[in-house]
């Protein structure tokens, strides 16, 4: 069973950075995605950012782009998300995600296609 971990978040003012990181163990030879999503109070799980583990190949959802970059060190089986030019209306809870499988374009968007998921790390953004 893979077991992920999230480290990095925490309380930052407006147009800072924070980088955010998760670890993956378990057989995570299996892994073909990884991906970031957040939940703010009151509101459904987002899609913010996923990787293509083997190729590397990022996407992010509009909402970030050019703020945040998704990135990964196959290495050390961690995946992580560069926040910049963070807004007050970034905060929430950030989870990192894998899927064990091969995930169209579609799919990479939902929470559901994703196998396990890490506890979740708290980033709040002060105006």
């Known amino acids: 069973q893979v077991q992920l971990v999230e480290s990095g978040g925490g309380l930052v003012q407006a147009g800072g950075s924070l980088r955010l990181s998760c670890a993956a163990s378990?057989?995570?030879?299996?892994?073909?995605?990884m991906g970031w999503f957040r939940q703010a109070p009151g509101k459904e799980r987002e899609f913010v950012a996923a990787?293509?583990?083997?190729?590397?190949?990022?996407y992010s959802a509009d909402s970030v782009k050019g703020r945040f970059t998704i990135s990964r060190d196959s290495a050390k089986s961690t995946v992580y998300l560069q926040m910049s030019s963070l807004k007050p209306e970034d905060t929430a809870v950030y989870y990192c995600?894998?899927?064990?499988?091969?995930?169209?374009?579609?799919?990479?968007?939902?929470?559901?296609?994703?196998?396990?998921w890490g506890q979740g790390t708290q980033v709040t953004v002060s105006s």
């Open positions: 995600a894998t899927a064990l499988r091969y995930l169209t374009n579609p799919q990479l968007f939902m929470s559901s296609s994703y196998d396990y």
């Open positions: 378990g057989p995570t030879f299996s892994t073909y995605v």
């Open positions: 990787i293509r583990w083997q190729s590397g190949y990022g």
